[in-house]
């Protein structure tokens, strides 16, 4: 997409003054909030505006601005007045008209069996009417799909603008701007806008960047380009706001999938179970003896001592060797036993006072 292209386009819009817009079958929300978004940006010129798809509007995409006015064919423009009623024969016997006060009446006049409808069985409808001069064909690969909005034998005096990024697209019209590297048709268009010094709205800037989010996963998909991010700070700064991308029928972007949360899995409540607390147990040593016990214990071991002396003294010694009982005593008491002093003084256990000097 050069400057030329965007230089032509302007002077197309300038020079017409009934316009017309429209997208293919299937239209996801890329492509019919592009659309959209070029319809009132024109029409807010005040050019004489239509636009249609051959299907209705699909529940997804109904949240665009301007999702009202989509129509399912170009008959606005132009056309015969039809005016439809119920009819049986015998019920009418002839049609006329009069004027009367700038009215035209069209006066039905009732035959032998009478008239069996009511005024809300009365439709009126346009004929197919005229093709406008500039038809821009939006988000569509190709001209066929649109046989239902016109019959395409009538575009001979219509000058086509065909806008798309799709890699199918058959390259049809009479002025092409189909870039396949763009990664939306809404990214194209919000350009397009600018280029073309349009004004840019919250509505028209919210229906380009659904669009943009959309075709992008939100801007996630590798093929994401630089201009969908330019164009989406323009548009944010446009009072456009982020939402995050509905799932629609969309051959561009299969891959588009809403993940669903794991369902939480209940948390079981541990039992709380009370823990007895054992009672830390000391080893507490042996109470310690007094000094009379110890004294008593040591006087009794002496006397013992002294009798076994007397009686080795006593008894006379025999040639046969005798066996001697070894009495077994414990270390405490082995110790004990090697500080006793045989034959020791009488006083040896009379308290004693020491007296000394001390040096000052």
């Given amino acids: 997409m050069d400057n030329l292209t965007f230089k032509q386009i302007k002077d197309l819009v300038d020079s017409n003054q009934e316009i017309a817009f429209v997208t293919g079958k299937n239209p996801s929300l890329d492509d019919m909030g592009a659309t959209l978004s070029l319809y009132l940006a024109i029409t807010a010129l005040g050019k004489s505006t239509v636009i249609a798809a051959p299907e209705q ?11 009202n006015k989509v129509k399912s064919g170009l008959g606005g423009q132009g056309g015969d007045l039809i005016v439809s009623f119920p009819y049986k024969e015998g019920e009418i016997d002839k049609v006329s008209y009069t004027l009367e006060n700038e009215l035209l009446n069209i006066v039905v006049k009732e035959g032998p069996l009478g008239l069996n409808f009511s005024q809300k069985d ?28 016109f019959d395409i034998a009538d575009l001979k005096d219509t000058t086509v603008v065909n806008i798309d990024n799709k890699t199918d697209n058959q390259g049809f019209g009479d002025l092409i701007m ?46 994401t380009s630089s201009l969908s991010f330019e164009m989406a700070g323009v548009l944010m700064r446009n009072g456009a706001k982020r939402i995050s991308p509905v799932r629609q029928r969309s051959t561009d972007f299969d891959s588009f999938v809403q993940v669903q949360p794991a369902p939480e899995m209940p948390v079981q409540p541990q039992p709380i179970t009370k823990q007895t607390l ?66 020791p003084p009488e006083d040896w256990l009379t308290p004693k006072i020491y007296k000394g000097s001390t040096n000052f």
Avoid: M, W
């Fill in 278 to 343: 054992q009672p830390q147990v000391q080893n507490q040593g042996q109470p310690k003896q007094s000094s009379e016990d110890v004294i008593a214990r040591l006087r009794k071991q002496i006397l013992e001592s002294q009798k076994r002396q007397e009686q080795r003294v006593s008894t006379p010694i025999e040639s046969q060797p005798q066996v001697h009982k070894v009495q077994e005593v414990g270390p405490i008491e082995q110790i004990e036993q090697e500080k006793v002093v045989e034959n």
């Fill in 178 to 223: 189909v870039s396949t590297k763009s990664s939306s048709v809404s990214e194209i268009i919000a350009n397009l806008i600018l280029y073309l010094g349009f004004s840019i709205d919250q509505d028209i800037a919210q229906n380009l960047l659904s669009g943009i989010s959309f075709a992008t996963g939100d801007f996630q998909n590798p093929n």
């Fill in 57 to 67: 509007p699909i529940v997804e995409i109904s949240n665009l601005v301007g999702i």
């Fill in 122 to 149: 009365v439709k009126f409808s346009r004929g197919a009417g005229k093709i406008p001069k500039l038809l821009f064909v939006v988000g569509c690969p190709r001209l066929s799909d649109l046989s239902g909005v």
